[in-house]
């Protein structure tokens, strides 16, 4: 049975050597271009930001987080009120998770069988439950226009037995939440899974491809392998997945990651680093990261990064951010936030314009150099 | 000696009956309409806006924080910066206090003598002495367009003895910060002190209009005194004092106060409580105040405020907000103080119109009885 929904991927640029692509995704919300990033914005609001500051950054698709908003306030609040997109003020694509790996990660998670897991919320301690078909429900109710299955997410190291046995397990969840799933507004996305395993990320990938669905995730990675394990799973497993099909990285978003990454093959990134890194002082530039609260910035003028057009670095000084953050006043969170998403949206872009020039390799090189010289650090 | 500054007070309307008037202030930054309120950017900053946010509320004049300031980042930098206005990204008027009130609030004050005041400072108890001159030096580096003088503000209830000698140091004070004070394009204000002592309001009025300032402030009031002696002080006050002289209420202004005092002759205000209710989940509306995290609103659609036109009321719902509120979003205290703010900015504009349409007394009926039906809470 093939999947009806309004997604849309159209391939805008072939494969370069390295795999590097340019693409379309139209949704029910609008479309964005690939590669992209997607701010993640948990709770039904990215961290510090309005929706209006979010598409002044350039985000044009976001990401909210199932199991939060599950707990609180609840999916069927969300969707008597007209679902995420209105409840937030974001008219734009949203991709909402399955809710596995913050179980996994937060809850209390007290056990998993074949229905699901069993767990207990890290706000009150109470007892739920979720599995496949509890997380389409939620999805669908919460009406985002990408949702991804539910799925078991493995850390690492984890041994080969354990990793083959929850393969399976999310293999089967994922075509019950293709069976489940009946809302064709809204696109489904399988999600590799098998650690660093190649023929458990080959098995999981068959049987994803199988089953067919509207795009791809890679998950698992981020979880305590080292940086060229990663690498290596990302190339290996991108090229067991259909052409015509996105490709989604999951949680893996450092700047660096998305520079190799996209080189990969890899279309679609979110992660939580530019907006909790700048709650914590740490601001990407294009000279690499800077911690606010140094003293060298006590009466440093100058923005942030003097190639930035956000309104952060147009408006304020290194000695005023400096200030808010040390006097913890609400401004610095967002100044910050809003310069470090831009910042990812910029790299972004000039990620999509090296493809395009076919420089992407000259794009990486520079991207390198410019971080060696570390002027900043 | 007559001082010399940029500031001109001109009088649109005189005063109605009750001694309400309209008024415009120019500054170097800039002119602004009284009656007028001014939001309290304490460290430089009106907690969590920004500087066009809160141009977009109405805000025309800010008041920041000698004492907060001068402890932190230090007015040395700030001037180093090229001042306040071009630190914090406020190209508006900006009126600073004298650092006395805080120093009497805030900081462990460890004397007051003729000289000035010693303290320990409340973020890491390192001694500080403040006195008339460093009070003029501090606010001449941080470049405010109002200066207000260093006074003694006493608490309530105080021995007419002890007020009788402190508006004898005060007013000592204030001579010698009109005479330290060297910066013509800074007007310079004196405080009339005297707690709820008529005759001595009347011998600090007096003694400070001898001097001559460019304007009046009324200290020492919501320090505990009821709301009734407190408006017959403000009542009395006002009329010891020159008709050509912006009167400025200092720290008092609950939405009433506003409402009472315009009609008592103020020109100026200045409070904390739109902002800091704001971050606490209180909001101001037509019907009186609202609690954002009461269960009420769990499924709330409508906005704060039907008849707001802010940002946060033409964009959320206040099941969204108690949303924020509850899961300590930081979008919550934005978009909180973006509305609260708007709020006083309305309702001064309100104020202004009745006054200027003669019509003020309907304006504080309709006012009352509006929040008398107080659907709200």
Redesign the interface.
Known sequence: MKRETFLEFRILQKRGIAGERLGEIETPHGKFRTPVFMPVGT???V??????ELRQTGAEIILSNTYHLYL??GHK?IE???GLHR???WDGPILTDSGGFQVYSLAKLRNISEEGVVFQSHLDGSRHSLGPEQAMDIQQALGSDIVMCFDECVSYPAEYKYVERSVQLTSRWAERCRKHLNSPAQALFGIVQGGTYRDLREKSAQYLVGLGFDGYALGGLAVGEDRETRLRVIRETVQMLPEDKPVYLMGVGAPEDLVESVGLGVDMFDCVMPTRNARNGTLFTTRGRITIKNARY??D?RPVDGQCDC?TCT???R??L???F??R???A???NTIHNLRYYMRLILGLRNAIEDGGLDAFKKTFYEMRAENELE
């Not at 961290?47 to 209006?52: E, F, H, L, M, R």
Request: aromatic share 14%; hydrophobic share 40%.
């Open positions: 709770q039904g609001s961290k510090a930001v309005s929706p209006d609180r306030p609040l008597r009120l007209g409840f937030m003020g006590v009466d003028e309104y408006h304020f000084s000695a005023y400096r200030h808010l040390l006097a006043e609400l401004l969170y967002r100044l």
